[in-house]
């Protein structure tokens, strides 16, 4: 059932049940192995029956669990749409870590006519989506170096999750190839932002005195080095896989006039966003 690697040396292989939690597709080894015991798990659109099968990296895995999202990642921009007017019907958005899909299938759903995805990764994006004529692919695609070349029209929208990368990488290339009225929704990850000497175990950021300095920063250099203002800050309805609080952050340009649809009267002050977050998602 492991697909062949891709290159002439032997390429690194995981259990399937361990890739399916490591890509957000399912929330724990245990509930993987009972989705592939019942058959709903295929892999390069093959099905397949062993949880300790081991699969290269290069696999395509789907769930065909009757789950409606791509990953559970789909629940953080759900709750992004519900908050700040992001509006995507009928534009051109681009999906910066778009891994298997989870931004890029709530993009679709929400009325997108094109969605760029642009992953690091490949072939991570479920077939679904991958074949889906909305949807351009751009696998191997590091977001920082992302150009214009790489798009055939200017997206008028932006959404990011991305992972093992600081978005004050990102926003200076978001802010570089979005047009003048465009909109944005990034995840805020404090454990990519914090810095070897605020992390806790496991790469967990605990602290939510950490959390406040870390969208206190990031909150400056946005007025600082970009052409954005946020217009908009909440956090993620769920955390990230090690525990992770994470925030939403809606961006427009100055001059947008977003007043009028606003959705929220939700705090958008750091301190307060802290509050609140750890309110919600206390265990």
């Not at 890029?104 to 929400?110: E, G, H």
């Not at 003048?180 to 602290?207: H, S």
């Not at 206190?216 to 609080?245: D, K, Q, Y």
Request: with cysteine.
């Amino acid at each position: 059932m492991a697909c062949k690697a891709r290159k002439a040396h032997k390429a690194h292989k995981d259990r399937l049940d361990k890739l399916l939690v490591d890509r957000g597709l399912v929330e724990s080894r245990t509930r993987a192995q009972a989705l592939i015991m019942a058959g709903h798990v295929r892999v390069n659109g093959i099905r397949a029956l062993k949880a300790g099968t081991q699969i290269s990296p290069d696999c395509v895995l789907e769930v065909e669990s009757g789950q409606r999202w791509a990953s559970r990642g789909a629940f953080k921009l759900l709750r992004a749409f519900e908050l700040f007017p992001l509006d995507v019907a009928g534009r051109a958005v681009l999906d910066l870590g778009a891994s298997t899909g989870g931004f890029t299938d709530v993009l679709l759903d929400k009325g997108a006519r094109k969605v760029y995805a642009v992953d690091v990764g490949y072939g991570q994006l479920l077939w679904r989506l991958a074949s889906d004529p909305r949807v351009v692919v751009l696998d191997r695609t590091n977001a920082r170096n992302l150009t214009p070349a790489h798009l055939d029209e200017t997206p008028e929208r932006a959404v990011c999750d991305a992972s093992f990368i600081s978005l004050k990488l990102l926003l200076p290339v978001l802010d570089a190839l979005l047009p003048e009225d465009a909109r944005a929704v990034v995840l805020i990850k404090p454990q990519f932002e914090a810095g070897r000497e605020r992390l806790g175990r496991r790469g967990v950021v605990r602290d939510p005195e950490v959390h406040v300095e870390i969208l206190e920063e990031l909150l400056a250099f946005i007025g600082e080095h970009t052409g954005f203002c946020v217009s908009g800050l909440s956090w993620s309805p769920i955390r990230g896989p090690e525990g992770n609080v994470e925030f939403l952050c809606f961006l427009t340009r100055p001059d947008a006039d977003t007043d009028a649809d606003k959705k929220t009267s939700e705090p958008s002050e750091p301190r307060a966003v802290v509050v609140a977050a750890h309110a919600a998602l206390a265990p």
